[in-house]
Every structure is written in structure tokens, then in C-alpha cells.
Nanobody, 117 residues
Framework: QAQLVESGGGSVQAGGSLTLSCVAS????????MGWYRQAPGKQRELVAV???????SYADSVKGRFTISRDNAKNTMYLQMNSLKPEDTAVYYC???????????WGQGTQVTVSS
């Protein structure tokens, strides 16, 4: 079993910045894909960004150029730097880790991000 704990959420005004962190612990395989998802009220959970254990990244079109995903494998930690935040970025942000070797998905508890106009 693996555990994921997010931190760094909060409330900011439009145009502001926040950095989310996700620390993984427990049974973590070296080959994994980590990602950030978000879910706004009344909407489905959507992919924000993913990063492979080798550092390959992919972003949703809505956050390209504003958000940056990164990871520190030595610390089992993933980050999401969010700049130029917009009210439509308001959501609960979830950390995800996928282990392809076991086809297992793990989720964090979520952290709230609120952007006011």
C-alpha cells in the first residue's frame, strides 16, 4: 500500500500563485506515473498534469503555460507550481500515483484551491 498526502492549497486572488506538494510513502515502486487531477463542484474529476518517473510531462490545455509539474524522486515528492491563477481553476486538487507494474492507482485526500476574481 502507498499513501499520498497533499499540501499547499489555499485561497488566492486571480493572477496569484500557489504551489501544491504531494508526498508519497509506503510501498512505492521506482517506476510510476504521478499526476494532479482536480474536481470542481458539480463537475467530473479532470486531469491537470502528469509526470513519469523519468520526468516526461503532459498538461491539460487549460493549464499549459501557467502550471508546471515536477518531482523529486529522492524525496518521493511531486509538485505543482500554479501561476496566473484564474477563478475557473477553483477546485479540489488530488494527487495520483499509478504503478504500471501492478496496475494500481492511489489517490490523496485532496486539497482545496480557491481563486477569487
Amino acid at each position: 500500500q502507498a499513501q499520498l498526502v497533499e499540501s499547499g492549497g489555499g485561497s488566492v486572488q486571480a493572477g496569484g500563485s500557489l504551489t501544491l506538494s504531494c508526498v508519497a510513502s509506503g510501498s512505492i515502486l521506482s517506476i510510476n506515473t504521478m499526476g494532479w487531477y482536480r474536481q470542481a463542484p458539480g463537475k467530473q474529476r479532470e486531469l491537470v498534469a502528469v509526470i513519469s518517473s523519468g520526468g516526461r510531462t503532459s498538461y491539460a490545455d487549460s493549464v499549459k503555460g501557467r502550471f508546471t509539474i515536477s518531482r523529486d524522486n529522492a524525496k518521493n515528492t511531486m509538485y505543482l507550481q500554479m501561476n496566473s491563477l484564474k477563478p475557473e481553476d477553483t477546485a479540489v486538487y488530488y494527487c495520483n500515483m499509478y504503478l504500471p507494474r501492478t496496475s494500481t492507482n492511489y489517490w490523496g485526500q485532496g486539497t482545496q484551491v480557491t481563486v477569487s476574481s
